[in-house]
């Protein structure tokens, strides 16, 4: 082999051993570029290229991403789909980056689910920094796996859960994090089906008509960080278990069916370091077994804990309880249920012994709460001396609350949580 033929067959060798990446291309779109259309542009672009769209508004719909490549907006992109359907669509493919846009105006059916952007059996994407209004559904993830979804902010109008499509949703999608997302007034701020192994983590959840987060037949999830305020309901989670919530703010959840949580069917479950503050219903909690709950905070909500029946072996413990009309509300059994070492403000026992723990056991169900489960219209009585009276005499010999339902170990001063 001569010399010549040896670096030519070196440099073949090179090429075909180096990463599509460094062989990429940039292409870039505008109205004065050779490309003018995001979709033709993408179209057109070869694995590992990024298509950098310039300032402007782009009409366009049916964008379809089916190979690696990065799509990015510099600042001043709108895509506007005016209604048409579907805007971006990233298909049976892996290694896709879409970022900076601001997506308006998705259509809307009654037959099909419309996103502004929808991973269709996908992985390892990353979808990041956009902004969307007016969504029908807002990000799609549906069947894929590996992703990213931060940095978004989803802005609806929804005012019935009818007409009105998700912010955030998954289906049969696993190792998704979802991260420092910001979504407004659509039906379900961020809602899981049949998706395992997700973090949802700082993310804010404000205003929307049904649930802040929802789940539904999804395992081993992780819930960090959140914030949820004035939703129909702060997080719904029913029939899944072994998730992680933790740190997770719900506050100002009101109205005649709004909870802070609610637990349908769930087991195996860790609730802990949550904030529950002004909500109809802290937590509402039905046919749930070994959950734990602890280091949580209950201020001034309707009921703090709303167990409606079917709940076993479950452990609440360390938790604070602070100005709540009622504390607990509890049909049926008591399942092995254990109430221990938290702090409730209406505890008037004394510690002889200076421990810190009350030296009588506090019974956290009152009288009252059992009249207005039977008779809720009862509830304008709340605060009234006549229920003083009432609540006195049941404390003296109780005959309606449950008798073995008890804090033992009452804590003597709000627990402050590491």
Known sequence: MTAKHFYLYSFILLGLLLPNNLLASVIEVCSSCKETSIKEAVANAK????????????EEAGIVIDKPLTLKAEPG??????????????????????????????GSSYLTDHAAVRVRESRDFVVKDLTIYEPFFGIYLEKSRKGTVIGNKVYGSSVNEFNSGNAIQLWHSHYILIENNEVYQVRDGIYFEFSNHCIIKNNISQDNVRYGLHFMFSNNDEVDGNYFKNN??????????????????????????????????????????????RNTIGINVEGCNRIIYEHNDFQ??????????????????????????????????????????????????????????????????KLFNHIVNRSPEAIILLRSMFIDIVEFSEKVSPAFTPEGLLDEKPSMKRIIHD
Not at 47 to 58: F, P
């Open 47 to 58: 694995e590992g290229d990024t298509v950098l769209v310039k300032e402007g508004l782009y």
């Open 77 to 106: 992109v709108v895509i506007d789909g005016k209604f048409q359907g579907e805007i971006i669509l990233i298909h049976k493919t892996e290694n896709v980056t879409l970022e900076g846009f601001e997506i308006r105006n998705v």
């Open 232 to 277: 129909g309901a702060g997080i719904a989670i029913m029939f899944s278990k072994e998730m992680n919530m933790h740190h997770n703010i719900m506050i100002d959840n009101w109205g005649a069916a709004s909870y802070g949580v609610l637990l349908k069917e769930v087991t195996d479950t860790n609730i802990k370091y949550n904030t529950f503050e």
């Open 300 to 365: 001034s909500n309707g009921w703090a804990i709303r167990s409606r029946g079917a709940n076993y072996l479950n452990e609440f413990r360390r938790n604070n309880f602070m100005q709540n009309s009622f504390d607990l509300s509890y049909n049926g059994p008591l399942n092995r249920n254990i109430f221990e070492r938290n702090f409730w403000s209406e505890y008037n026992g004394y510690d002889l012994d200076k421990d810190g723990i009350g030296d009588v056991p506090y019974r956290p169900v």
